[in-house]
Nanobody, 126 residues
């Protein structure tokens, strides 16, 4: 089973940027499809972004609310997943979780993922 540890969260003003990292260990990272989800206070956890695993080019997919502002990427040599977040808005405030799955392709449902990190808090002030 792969272990996941998020970092990079914090407090930022609206319009600012943050980069989240998800360090992995335990299994071959390159063989996992990865995703980012978030949960705001009082709301259900929602899909943010996903990336498949590939021997060559990776494919990505984004939730509508972050499309054009967030970028998911992975560095297989460093066993790390990233989420670059630009043009942050107060509504992006949430705990952000990374997740891993051995299922093929792009996965957007929480139930598709078998491993989760503990989460990192992102707070965007207006």
């Amino acid at each position: 089973q792969v272990q996941l540890v998020e970092s990079g969260g914090g407090l930022v003003q609206a319009g600012g940027s943050l980069r989240l990292s998800c360090a992995t260990s335990g299994r071959t990272f390159s063989r996992y499809a990865m995703g980012w989800f978030r949960q705001a206070p009082g709301k259900e956890r929602e899909f943010v972004a996903a990336i498949n695993w590939s021997w060559s080019d990776s494919n990505t997919y984004y939730g509508d609310s972050v499309k054009g502002r967030f970028t998911i990427s992975r560095d297989n040599a460093k066993n790390t997943l990233y989420l670059q977040m630009n043009s942050l808005k107060p509504e992006d405030t949430a705990i952000y979780y990374c997740a891993a799955t051995t299922a093929p392709g792009i996965r957007t449902r929480q139930s598709d993922y078998g491993a989760w990190g503990q989460g990192t808090q992102v707070t965007v002030s207006s």
